[in-house]
């Protein structure tokens, strides 16, 4: 043990008591010693003294536990504070809604009790025969004074004529007064009811008899009575969230500890909300995945309890917003555009609604769109409101490609650039003829945007709306739909190619201005390629049935992050599922329902809005599309080499080239002097250009020009051999069938 002393830190102590722990401080080479209790300290500070020290235990606590400050407790509670004007006041949406739900009320109301008014006054007719029997006893116990008369009995009984006297002549006095205000009420009330009787028309009469017969009929009603009105409650109403239930029902899903409430329970919109922190350990996830069982320990309906997590705060902390009334009760939300309107898909279009009722938009402008849920989840009907705001877009160009074959997004049809509807393999040809069309078309695009000046794409290439207004640039939104898109990428044919492209769109095509919206019942790694699920940029995830199909259709670690959409019912919850705008931007939306007939007449209203515009193309302008030319400039050449010759003139070939495709080669050797009239050297300077357009687009196939000299056909000159391109035909036969077997 050390023999050398420290003073330890004064402490204001009493000296002798136990002040603390020392630890001995090994010398060079030696094991630290154990601890002792230093139990006296020296009086003088900085005097060495004797006995054992020294090493003060790290600490790992603060000296003295955190105390907020004023300023800081208050901060954070006015972070918290509810706001100041109620949410009603403030968004103009939940005020309109107040506001037409009051005069809506009230106006049923009045309707409904109206109509019951002949009904109330019979009740009240049948209850007059009481009212006048209980208004005559009354009036004569009041005419007679019957109050009086056990007093007057008592005196009769006690023996005292005077005072009964004097009782008598006042009773009588009293009598003969009511007697005389009832003659006084009585007799003109009895002419005016005979003059009434005489000088009005009979309805009066019969009005003023039934309003005495009614008034009589109240004065006759018992407290015991059944109402003479009608009325109602509405079992859809909620009982009021306490703090006890909320306990109560997350401790009965197993989550033992003590909750802590962050804010009383308040009502938020249309609802209440319950903001938790869970016992330390447990994460709100837990929670949102066992919403049912929530819902069952509150004994609440599913559709009104909504826990979300608040990761922002931390990952225990539980939002819990219960809805006053049932949704699934509650008439449908109609789509803000049922009835009026128009959209520009540069801006938000209503999608749906969020659990308090608030709609929810959705800006499909430079963005993609993947929907995925178990089958009758509600993909269709979220797709419809897509598809239906894409054609309330008057600018917007709609390919629609239902591979269900079912012909639910038929009322889009008749403003559809490109419309089918099927799943047989001739719908999947045309899906795949589609993609590779609007590849084509963002290729095109692309060179557009790249050939304007910067001041016309002030922020990045991409499309703008002033440039997608100017109808010689073509840059206007093209919303291509391919609903039940797992049809054609399972194809055995065309599904590979399929899947490539769209990958390919998915990731280049949003700036512009071509937004793809896929949708698929089976978000597995066949039916739903992985370029798409990486790649996507805007989500919604419908019922699904396990953590791999939530992934692929919300991105890579949503279930884990606790965005579940394995927490709807897809029967009671159709439609309902996480809307992901980004993978921090999430939240929970049920897709507008538009029903079959009423997306015919918006479907009618949206052509109305396009032939005025002019703007309709395509099929929908009755115009024929001719599929995707995929032949190349090989097959081209096989179809016009002449039959025994081995080797050819590239200018010969080029000219046979314009003569069966003048749109493609007619360019290649178009040229301001006809051959016949040019000089020698225009001939050959002609001869070359066509020679060297050839190479160069050869070029990529493999297949290279050479000197060749024809004996009688124009000597020696750039040529192709056929040789040559039979190889190159083989290569991409074996290409071909590589890819599909890929
Ligand atoms: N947003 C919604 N609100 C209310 N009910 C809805 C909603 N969406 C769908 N439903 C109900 O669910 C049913 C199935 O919806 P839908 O046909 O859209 O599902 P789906 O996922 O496309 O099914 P499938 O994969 O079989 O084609 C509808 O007939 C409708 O009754």
Redesign the pocket.
Known sequence: MSTEFHRAPETGRTPGGPLGEVITFPRPGQQPAGRTTVTEVPDQPGEPVEGEVVEAPRRVDALAPHRPGWMETHQARLAEAPAVIPSYLRNRQEFTDNARFIVEYYARMGAYQATRSPIYLLRLVGRSPRGIGRLLRRWLCWLNDVEAKPVLAHAAGSGDPAAWMQLVATQTKRTRARRNISLAVGAPAALAVVAAVVLLPSWAVGAGLVALLAALGLAGSTSTDKPIIDRWTSPQFQRELTSDEVVQAIEALGVKGRVDFVNPIQTDGPGWRAEIDLPPGHLAERVLEERAKLAAAMRRPLTTVWPESDPEAHPGRLVLWVAKKDPARSP?RLWPLMTSGQTNLFEDIPF?FNPRGQVVGLNLMYTNLLMG??????????VMVVALAGALDPHCEMWVYEM?G?G?LDPVQPVCHRYVSGDDDEHCASGLDALRKLEKELKRRKEVIAALPPDQVPKGRKVYPHLAKRKDLGLHPLLAVFD?AHTLFEHEEFGKEAADIAGRLIRKARAYGIILVITT?RPDAKSLPKVISDNVSTRFC?AVTGQQANDMVLGTSMYKNGVRATMFDPKKE???GWLAKSSHDTQIV????IEQAEAIEIGKRALALRTAAGTLTGEAAGQAIEPEDTTTVIDHLVAVWPTGEDTMHSVRLVEALAAYRPETYGPWIQTDTPVQDMDPDQVRAYETRAATMLSAALKPFGVHTGQITKRGAGGSRKGVKRADLQAAVGRAAVADEDDQAG
Do not use: C, I, Y
Not at 590 to 593: P, V
């Open positions: 449908r749906g849920g178990v089958p009758g989840s509600g993909k269709t009907s979220g269900k079912s639910d039940e019942q419908l159709a439609g309902t049920r897709a507008a329902f």
